[in-house]
């Protein structure tokens, strides 16, 4: 059973079991991410991790560009499960990784840290430094951030969570000097069932 209003590998397990169009995160085609990933213009042999990316369809528009180090992790296992399946086997050329973001130690460094909707539900400030210092042990200098999070004028609440939402304040705290935005774009992600929510894109290069 998952607990209401706690954002615990139980609670989006049963939003990924429901089925794709009842999330309201829900896309089709990544397409931003991708448009801000093919924009760092590092080859398609460098390695991405997609944190916290469920169910999402990047790793499928990934491999479809020809990209080929490709991580997907997560806490949810059943969203894994749901890319794993579509994919079929070309979910063999992916690597899956069941963990909490707060506590997890990436095994490498990665040359694309991607997040869309993820960093948004973290709201103590001790979940968001540990998100930090997770991505940090898992970039290197000259590493980028692909960040999608919810913008100024995002949803208060988003999968029955209360989450954050990010203006250009926020986003400097999180790249704390390490990184510098190169790219800040603001777009409305339309859900299935027609509503829009404001995000704030963000690409930044680890420069320290
Ligand atoms: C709104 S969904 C976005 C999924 C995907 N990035 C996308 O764009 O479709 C948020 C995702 O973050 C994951 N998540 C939330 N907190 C997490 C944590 N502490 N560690 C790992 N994954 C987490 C959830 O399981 C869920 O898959």
Redesign the pocket.
Known sequence: MSTPGE?T?AH?DA??TAGDTT?G???SQ?TMSLHLIESTDLPATSSIV?????????VDDLLAAGYSDITC????PI?LQVARDRLGDRAHDVDWIV????T?QPPRTYDIWH????LH??LDEADIAAYRRTMLAGTHVGSWLVL?VFGPEGPQM??GLPVRRYDDTGIDALLGGDFTRTERIVVDHVRPDGDTQQYLWTLARRDR
Not at 73 to 76: G, I, K, L, R, V
Not at 115 to 118: C, E, F, G, K, Q
């Open positions: 954002s590998p989006w939003a990924y999330r995160w829900y896309q990544a997609d944190v916290g990316s469920g169910a999402s369809v990047l992790m997560d806490h949810s969203g963990a909490d973001l707060l997890w997040d869309r909707a993820v539900f973290l999608g988003c999968a």
